[in-house]
């Protein structure tokens, strides 16, 4: 072995045992949800994939390379007649969160699958979202990452405060605000209104009104 393979390597074992497994905390729950329902993520951590795939019932599971995670946070699951709610906040003050730096902790995941006829809210305060293969409605919100839609039947509504948008293929009017981000749209059924304080716009197709700034 050459002496520059033997040093990548070496940094490349180093960079391994520095860094920990990725399930330290995982938990998965099987929830009650029929098509035609509601789901609402609230949450004060973490990114979000979901995707429109269950023909009955919602299931969530939650990662997080912090093995004190639920230590630091209430986590909740919910379920009522055609609705399901989780909710996760942090315990004690927000400021001390913010102060000992677990306030923009990136290392949480949630990956959830429900119904494709599912009514949506994803509301996260860090982290992208990505949702896809939906037939309703659809509320995205982030305060510390990016939002990627596609595939989605039904009016989407999605705001981040520090990320770019992409929507593909949306079957309903669409509202795209960013602060820090670019926003990219193609193949809007519906009339759209796309809003940026921090980068470009490009749109292709769009068949209703079109009101675009930035």
């Excluded at 969160?97 to 009514?119: E, K, R, Y």
């Amino acid at each position: 072995m050459t002496r520059t393979k033997t040093l990548l390597a070496l940094s490349v074992g180093i960079v391994l045992l520095a860094t920990p497994a990725w399930a330290d905390f995982r938990i998965e729950r099987r929830l009650a949800l029929e098509p035609g329902g509601m789901f609402t993520l609230d949450s004060d951590v973490g990114a979000v994939t979901l995707t429109g795939d269950s023909t009955s019932g919602a299931t969530v599971t939650v990662t997080s390379r912090r093995d004190d995670f639920d230590e630091l946070f209430d986590l909740q699951f919910e379920e009522a007649p055609g609705r399901v709610t989780v909710t996760v906040k942090r315990r004690g003050s927000r400021l001390r969160g913010f102060w000992s730096g677990d306030w923009f902790d990136d290392n949480t995941h949630f990956v959830i699958h429900v119904p494709s006829q599912t009514a949506v809210s994803l509301n996260t305060s860090g982290g992208s979202i990505e949702a896809s293969r939906l037939t309703g409605r659809l509320g995205l919100h982030t305060s510390g990452g990016s939002l990627r839609v596609e595939g989605v039947d039904g009016n989407v509504d999605g705001s981040t405060s520090g990320g770019s948008i992409r929507m593909r293929d949306v079957g309903g009017d669409v509202v795209a605000r960013s602060s820090g981000g670019s926003i990219d749209i193609l193949g809007v059924r519906g009339s759209l209104k796309a809003t940026t304080s921090g980068g470009g716009i490009d749109i292709e197709t769009v068949s209703g009104e079109l009101y675009a700034s930035t």
